[in-house]
């Protein structure tokens, strides 16, 4: 994977004791001979007044070498000394933490009922020191970060520049941080931190993450209440997932996570239209304007009936009206539908008053 970079001037060197220099330090240096970090040819101090200061390779000297080699070779460099020398370098590592019911709750939705947090952990109290490229159970790690006490269970330290690990590093079973690099920028966004937070430029590999639980969660409901008379109401403000089925108020109760509601039932008319279908089809009304096939809805969604003028009942649609009105025709094509479409839907819950729920 290529990926491309906004400055392109290598910035750093290593001089004959392999000592690391930054161009601002060659600053009246007499003699000094530099080498490139990754194919150590020989380089020039560049300090001149056009373009900003940088190190270059000798004439025909960098044919092997390229920017990502270099960039790979001072972030190895740079990560290792800033790991020896802290004292505390703290790992965010991501965890889910999830609902208590989330195991058997038929309503149990990672975007409403879990969340990501992060939970620390100081490296250096199990991994004192690194060191470059060693070799472990037949991969080589950028920077290996032998354990304390045990010497099967260390940190691989990887650094993505143009190749990221290879799938079968991935999948060893070693732990892995990688570090997303593009530029020099990124290598002393990494270093002038004592921490290491998991992010899209922090990947981490095989560590264990144990899940957390919590009562913290609760879902909004809606449910659809058909009460004693026959009228009914969607109540969207009271019920969650927590008390929904603590107090019943009518013989007839529908209830289903808020969120779902409108997406899941918008086609037939919202979740009011589909608990009177659904009480229709249990007998516990025998008409509703809303499932007739002579109601109509105006330019403002108004329900209005098309033979009010023939039937001589109010233009308009109400509960009232439909129970009396002799020309009432189920829309069996949209009772069926809504009937099959509950069906479907593991996430409602149906009470009635008889028991059988």
């Known amino acids: 994977m290529e990926k491309s970079h906004l400055h392109r001037y290598q910035h750093y060197a290593f001089t004959d004791a392999q000592q690391m220099v930054s161009i601002k330090e060659t600053e009246g240096v007499g003699e000094t001979t530099y080498y490139c970090p990754s194919c150590r040819q020989e380089m020039i101090a560049k300090r001149g007044n056009v373009r900003q200061w940088h190190f270059a390779h000798k004439a025909n000297k960098a044919l092997s070498c390229s ?22 370098l703290l790992l965010r590592m991501k965890r889910r933490n999830k609902c208590i019911r989330s195991q058997n709750c038929i309503w149990y939705a990672e975007s409403e009922c879990s969340e990501e947090e992060y939970v620390t952990y100081d490296l250096k109290q199990y991994y004192p020191s690194c060191i470059l490229e060693h ?39 070693i732990r892995i941080i990688e570090f997303v690099v593009e530029s020099e920028e990124d290598i002393f966004d990494i270093i002038q931190s004592s921490e290491i937070t998991e992010s899209e430029k922090v990947r981490l590999y095989n560590f264990k993450r144990q899940e957390r639980f919590s009562e913290q969660f609760t879902q909004s409901m809606q449910k ?8 009914s109401f969607v109540d969207q403000e009271k019920f969650t997932c927590k008390n929904y089925n603590l107090k019943h108020l009518g013989i007839y109760e529908i209830t289903m996570p808020y969120h779902n509601c409108i997406p899941e039932f918008f086609e ?8 009177r279908a659904m009480a229709y089809s249990e007998k516990y009304i025998h008409k509703d304007c809303n499932l007739c096939k002579w109601m109509k809805r105006d330019f403002d969604y108004e329900a209005f009936c098309v033979l009010y003028k023939k039937c001589g009942n109010a233009k308009y649609c109400s509960e009232n009206v439909a129970a009396e009105c002799a020309m009432f025709q189920c829309q069996a094509e949209l009772v069926n539908g809504i009937i099959d479409e509950v069906g479907r839907n593991s996430q409602i819950v149906i009470w009635r008053k008889d028991g059988d729920a």
């Open 268 to 275: 037939y008319g919202g979740f009011y239209v589909v608990g």
């Open 135 to 173: 070799r472990f159970k037949g991969y080589v790690a950028d920077l290996f970060c032998g354990h304390a006490t045990r010497s099967e269970d260390p940190i691989f330290l990887e650094i993505f520049v143009t190749h990221e690990c290879a799938p079968e590093k991935k999948t060893s079973g």
């Open 67 to 88: 920017y990502d080699k270099y960039l790979h070779s001072i972030a190895e460099k740079f990560l290792q000394d800033w790991f020896n020398r802290q004292t505390s």
């Open 224 to 231: 659809f209440i058909l009460y004693p008379s026959r009228k």
